[in-house]
């Protein structure tokens, strides 16, 4: 009798102890992130920021975080024991999920922490612990850096500052110059350099971490072995004030015994050489090729040796006989030093000892201000292979893309293979690189010279990408030889920041989806380590994309990390009276004029003003804000001082609008009409930092500035008798309406003046890149999405639906598509219309007290014949996804709102009474609660969870 007993207590006790279990884990932190990254190596801040998301049973709503617990330990072992050893945060009563600011034992430089957090919920439940997460340091202090800056006696031959370099904008090629300066064909040739050095380890090895940084570009490996995937490395910046270097865990790489670490170092944007032949778009050098390491070996027994480059590395000319950023890359296969990257290698007379160098002048700086690395993404197979003449094939990939080639060739030792990338084919048949080039067409190819005879061989290039959708492969045979080399395989290897896709769209229109795609296209093709305005033509970080297809890019990709190294670009060139210049880094300067439009546009450069503000709607991020606060309020200052009666006259204006001449410069709008609208715009959002930053005073001189700045913005532009600003167009009307500059009685003319324009054109628009923006945001909030999706759903007239039709297959330069002296086929800077997407017709928008989505804004907009749409966007509170569908009278929506988030859900509907949630009135339901009607619009507040909509119209 008490064993029945017995049992059955212990059948009951589990059953007790099972349920509760499931109590505690329907909630668990995920998705842990240090300073944005996942397990990142290379953080060089001492008190990174901490963030997670929370995983839920489907079946949950209305989660809420009521405190947290973080860990952080100096050992995974004691991680697993519950050892906080570095931070132990105890019970925090907060909501907080993101941003957290470390603060614990000081951390150390080349170490790695393990970190881990537990939630409890709105009721007291306790969540299990997350699954470990990891981060390791980088460079915390200069003190730390136990190496030195190394190069070779004679690389700087390779990098003589031409004086053409300072005013070059026609590259008016300084040739006599490069002849007295260059390097004489009996010079070595350091267009490439590889250094090397090898190192002892004993047994015993706990953990080996690395750090370098090559300039311009390296790729480093340790045993032969090339270490990491990262492409184009570092990112590019401004030299003289931030170098950056990366960080590697190469514990896996080291032997005990023999060691070697080896690099190749190749040119970018660091140093841009002349070329009489090949495309160059113009001349600079930050120095001759260089490079810093170090590695940082740490045994079981506590014992730490450095290995630091220094004067007993070696150093020797690399394979790549040619490296130019713009024009190309060679590499002969036959000048591989054997072994060079290997232990124990025989010595070589072509092999020098290192020279101890300064660096460039910039702060060694890690991810603190680095973008998501540049990496090989995927690989595209040609659609089509054509045969033009023997020596003479054009491959087709069907993608205009950010590309390297990889090829398989086989011939005789001294042949090549010479490949020569662009966007669009000549009536012949052969590549025509009008649209990749400027003041003349020029070539830009990828080189490869065989080394051995007979026998397949395999190169990807290291050094240069190229945007193009052609590869034109021309044969040559070695020095005389009549046989041609093969080509086996070619294929593109599509290149980009490895910012992690985040957001995902798709409808029933399928203009739509391809006009979705050819905008993500140019997006993809110009996230570099700096947002690039083409890949093929310039590679520059013009800064009015950045703000202006802000939110378009971020619905996209996680470019957090990409933005916040922005601002430190921008900050890093930010001149002594406080001008933001047009390009950051500012590796070409147009003119010197600080008067002209091409140094001195506030709307390009207020990107130092939207940019952060941005990232903190979207992420919550108040450290851009802080950190460049002050050199922000200069940026304002200085076009204070440069307005005329609040009036600012320099600038772009609305760029590359539609007018009655080919596109170039801002033909319908004036200049100083949008200068002045983002000069209110800079106002009205530093007003708003303040705030956020709890700096009353300034806030409250902003706000009162951004008044006057009104007011004389209305007394210069708007024309009472006509109800219109300035000229009319479609820009002078939507800036006003979408910015809230225009008195509220003015709003009704200005609206109907922008329809019946756009309508009169039949359905077509005239904004640029400046405009556009602020046309579809003017139009959506004023209830006019469907004459949006009228403008887009045709393919007559220029914008996306025409490019498509004439065979774009990623966003070009131009509305018309049209080449011209200036017309790339792969330029994002109008992509304005995936924002709309997201935010009006899936309806994904963020509260302004809601930053980082912890307030989201569900508000779908059924326009058109759309009969469906849905999609998704990982916010760094959690997924929210919307799909709704609209046929015959009735409307579902269903939507995933994350944890420990709040949503204001906006549905379609007559009557509160006609909407249903989960088979049941949609008021009643649970996690729902009514909040008002809306014109058309039964508006609720949801919490986190699945919901499942339903509106009956009729």
């Known amino acids: 009798m008490d064993s029945i007993f017995s049992r059955r207590t212990l059948i009951f006790l589990l059953l007790v102890v099972s349920v509760v279990s499931e109590a505690q884990v329907s909630i668990v932190p995920v998705n842990l992130r240090c300073d944005s990254w996942s397990n990142p190596c290379g953080i060089d801040i001492s008190t990174p920021a901490l963030s997670w998301t929370i995983s839920m049973d489907v079946r949950s709503r209305a989660i809420h975080q009521k405190a947290y617990q973080v860990l952080v330990s100096s050992s995974q072992e004691k991680l697993l024991a519950n050892q906080g050893d570095m931070w132990n945060s105890g019970k925090i009563k907060s909501s907080q999920m993101s941003q957290l600011i470390y603060a614990g034992n000081s951390l150390k430089s080349g170490r790695q922490y393990w970190w881990k957090v537990k939630i409890w919920d709105a009721k007291g439940k306790e969540s299990h612990w997350s699954e470990p997460a990891t981060w390791t340091m980088g460079v915390l202090s200069a003190t730390d850096w136990h190496a030195r800056w190394i190069t070779a006696a004679g690389a700087e031959k390779n990098a003589?500052?031409?004086?053409?370099?300072?005013?070059?904008?026609?590259?008016?090629?300084?040739?006599?110059?490069?002849?007295?300066?260059?390097?004489?064909?009996?010079?070595?040739?350091?267009?490439?350099?590889?250094?090397?050095?090898?190192?002892?380890?004993?047994?015993?090895?706990?953990?080996?971490?690395?750090?370098?940084?090559?300039?311009?570009?390296?790729?480093?490996?340790?045993?032969?072995?090339?270490?990491?995937?990262?492409?184009?490395?570092?990112?590019?910046?401004?030299?003289?004030?931030?170098?950056?270097?990366?960080?590697?865990?190469?514990?896996?790489?080291?032997?005990?015994?023999?060691?070697?670490?080896?690099?190749?170092?190749?040119?970018?944007?660091?140093?841009?050489?002349?070329?009489?032949?090949?495309?160059?778009?113009?001349?600079?050098?930050?120095?001759?090729?260089?490079?810093?390491?170090?590695?940082?070996?740490?045994?079981?027994?506590?014992?730490?040796?450095?290995?630091?480059?220094?004067?007993?590395?070696?150093?020797?000319?690399?394979?790549?006989?040619?490296?130019?950023?713009?024009?190309?890359?060679?590499?002969?296969?036959?000048?591989?030093?054997?072994?060079?990257?290997?232990?124990?290698?025989?010595?070589?007379?072509?092999?020098?000892?290192?020279?101890?160098?300064?660096?460039?002048?910039?702060?060694l700086k890690g991810l603190s201000c680095a973008s998501a690395p540049v990496?090989?993404?995927?690989?595209?197979?040609?659609?089509?292979?054509?045969?033009?003449?023997?020596?003479?094939?054009?491959?087709?990939?069907?993608?205009?893309?950010?590309?390297?080639?990889?090829?398989?060739?086989?011939?005789?030792?001294?042949?090549?293979?010479?490949?020569?990338?662009?966007?669009?084919?000549?009536?012949?048949?052969?590549?025509?690189?009008?649209?990749?080039?400027?003041?003349?067409?020029?070539?830009?190819?990828?080189?490869?010279?065989?080394?051995?005879?007979?026998?397949?061989?395999?190169?990807?290039?290291?050094?240069?990408?190229?945007?193009?959708?052609?590869?034109?492969?021309?044969?040559?045979?070695?020095?005389?030889?009549?046989?041609?080399?093969?080509?086996?395989?070619?294929?593109?290897?599509?290149?980009?920041?490895?910012?992690?896709?985040?957001?995902?769209?798709?409808?029933?229109?399928?203009?739509?989806?391809?006009?979705?795609?050819?905008?993500?296209?140019?997006?993809?093709?110009?996230?570099?380590?700096?947002?690039?305005?083409?890949?093929?033509?310039?590679?520059?970080?013009?800064?009015?994309?950045?703000?202006?297809n802000g939110p378009s890019l971020r619905y996209n990709f996680d470019l957090s990390t990409n933005f916040r190294k922005a601002m430190n670009d921008m900050a890093d060139c930010q001149l002594s009276n406080g001008l933001i210049p047009d390009i950051a880094p500012e590796f070409f300067i147009v003119t010197p004029d600080i008067t002209s439009g091409f140094r001195n546009s506030p709307e390009w450069g207020s990107s130092f003003i939207i940019v952060p503000w941005q990232q903190y709607l979207f992420n919550g991020d108040v450290s851009l804000l802080s950190r460049y606060y002050e050199q922000m309020k200069r940026y304002v200052a200085f076009l204070d001082a440069s307005s005329k009666n609040n009036i600012i006259t320099s600038g772009l204006g609305d760029w590359y609008d539609i007018g009655p001449k080919p596109a170039w410069g801002s033909q319908l709008t004036p200049e100083s009409f949008t200068a002045t609208s983002i000069f209110f715009y800079d106002n009205q959002i530093m007003s708003q930092i303040a705030s956020v930053l709890g700096k009353k005073e300034d806030a409250k001189y902003y706000q009162e500035h951004t008044e006057t700045i009104r007011q004389a913005f209305n007394k210069e532009f708007f024309k009472s008798e006509k109800g219109i600003y300035a000229t009319g167009s479609n820009t002078t009307c939507a800036m006003p309406l979408f910015l809230k500059i225009a008195d509220p009685n003015n709003r009704k003319i200005l609206v109907d003046s922008l329809v019946s324009d756009i309508r009169r054109r039949g359905n077509a628009f005239t904004s640029g890149e400046v405009g556009y923006r602020f046309l579809l945001g003017a139009l959506a909030q004023e209830g006019y999405s469907d004459l949006i999706y009228a403008m887009n759903n045709q393919t007559e007239k220029p914008g996306y639906?025409?490019?498509?039709?004439?065979?774009?297959?990623?966003?070009?330069?131009?509305?018309?598509?049209?080449?011209?002296?200036?017309?790339?086929?792969?330029?994002?800077?109008?992509?304005?219309?995936?924002?709309?997407?997201?935010?009006?017709?899936?309806?994904?928008?963020?509260?302004?007290?809601?930053?980082?989505?912890?307030?989201?804004?569900?508000?779908?907009?059924?326009?058109?014949?759309?009969?469906?749409?849905?999609?998704?966007?990982?916010?760094?509170?959690?997924?929210?996804?919307?799909?709704?569908?609209?046929?015959?009278?009735?409307?579902?929506?269903?939507?995933?709102?994350?944890g420990n988030t709040s949503a204001t859900v906006y549905v379609p509907a007559k009557e509160a009474n006609n909407v249903f949630e989960s088979d049941k009135c949609a008021a009643k339901s649970n996690g729902i609660k009514f909040l008002r009607m809306e014109k058309d619009r039964a508006v609720y507040e949801v919490g986190s969870g699945n919901y499942h909509f339903v509106s009956i119209e009729k």
């Open 160 to 363: 003589h500052q031409y004086q053409s370099a300072k005013s070059d904008f026609n590259l008016r090629r300084d040739l006599p110059e490069f002849r007295a300066f260059g390097p004489k064909p009996t010079d070595p040739n350091f267009s490439s350099m590889l250094l090397r050095k090898e190192f002892s380890s004993t047994s015993g090895l706990k953990r080996a971490v690395v750090q370098v940084s090559g300039l311009g570009q390296y790729e480093l490996y340790v045993n032969g072995t090339k270490t990491g995937d990262y492409l184009l490395a570092p990112g590019w910046s401004y030299y003289p004030k931030t170098v950056l270097y990366d960080t590697y865990d190469v514990t896996n790489q080291i032997k005990t015994g023999a060691n070697a670490i080896g690099l190749i170092l190749g040119n970018s944007m660091y140093n841009i050489q002349p070329d009489s032949v090949r495309y160059v778009k113009f001349l600079g050098t930050f120095g001759p090729l260089k490079a810093i390491v170090q590695l940082q070996l740490e045994y079981g027994n506590g014992d730490v040796r450095v290995v630091g480059s220094d004067s007993t590395w070696q150093v020797s000319t690399g394979p790549v006989t040619y490296s130019n950023f713009y024009a190309g890359e060679d590499f002969d296969a036959r000048l591989v030093p054997m072994g060079w990257n290997m232990p124990n290698q025989k010595d070589d007379a072509r092999w020098t000892r290192a020279i101890e160098c300064a660096g460039p002048g910039g702060e």
């Open 375 to 548: 990496k090989a993404i995927e690989k595209l197979n040609p659609i089509q292979i054509t045969q033009l003449k023997p020596n003479l094939w054009v491959y087709d990939l069907g993608q205009n893309a950010s590309v390297m080639p990889e090829i398989r060739v086989k011939g005789t030792a001294g042949a090549s293979v010479r490949i020569i990338p662009a966007e669009l084919l000549n009536p012949t048949g052969t590549v025509d690189r009008t649209s990749a080039t400027q003041d003349g067409v020029r070539p830009a190819w990828w080189q490869y010279t065989i080394a051995t005879n007979n026998k397949t061989e395999h190169w990807i290039p290291q050094f240069f990408y190229q945007g193009a959708r052609y590869l034109q492969v021309e044969l040559f045979p070695a020095k005389a030889d009549s046989v041609l080399p093969t080509v086996e395989m070619l294929k593109g290897l599509v290149v980009h920041s490895s910012a992690e896709p985040i957001g995902t769209f798709s409808c029933s229109n399928e203009l739509f989806n391809k006009i979705y795609q050819l905008v993500r296209w140019a997006q993809r093709s110009n996230m570099m380590s700096i947002l690039t305005d083409c890949p093929q033509r310039e590679k520059q970080g013009w800064l009015e994309q950045y703000h202006l």
């Open 801 to 898: 639906g025409y490019q498509i039709k004439k065979g774009a297959t990623s966003l070009t330069e131009k509305w018309d598509a049209s080449v011209g002296s200036f017309g790339s086929q792969n330029h994002f800077m109008s992509g304005q219309i995936n924002e709309w997407f997201f935010h009006d017709l899936l309806g994904i928008g963020v509260e302004a007290d809601g930053a980082g989505f912890r307030r989201s804004i569900i508000k779908p907009m059924p326009v058109g014949d759309l009969r469906w749409v849905k999609g998704s966007y990982q916010t760094i509170s959690g997924l929210i996804s919307v799909e709704w569908k609209h046929d015959n009278g009735t409307f579902e929506l269903r939507l995933s709102i994350p």
